[in-house]
C-alpha cells in the first residue's frame, strides 16, 4: 500500500470539494463529502495505477503563508 497526498479545495461555484493529486495527470475528482471525496480519489488512483505506477509529473513540498 502506497500512500499519496491529496490537495483539497472548496469551488466558490459549486461549493464541491475538489480534491487532486499533485503530479499525476489525472488525479482529480469532486465530492459534496470529505468522506465521498475519499472514497473517490480511491477510486480515481485505483483506476490509474491499473496502468502501472504513474510517472510522477511534480513533487508536492508543501505550503506557506504569504503575508501582504
Do not use: W
Not at 480511491?42 to 505550503?63: A, M, N, Q, W, Y
Amino acid at each position: 500500500m502506497k500512500a499519496y497526498t491529496a490537495v483539497i479545495e472548496r469551488c466558490p461555484e459549486t461549493n464541491l470539494l475538489v480534491g487532486y493529486i499533485p503530479g499525476i495527470a489525472g488525479a482529480h475528482t469532486q465530492a459534496a463529502t470529505l468522506d465521498e471525496l475519499q472514497e473517490n480519489l480511491k477510486e480515481v488512483l485505483t483506476l490509474i495505477l491499473e496502468d502501472g505506477e504513474p510517472k510522477v509529473e511534480s513533487e508536492f513540498v508543501g505550503t506557506q503563508m504569504v503575508f501582504v
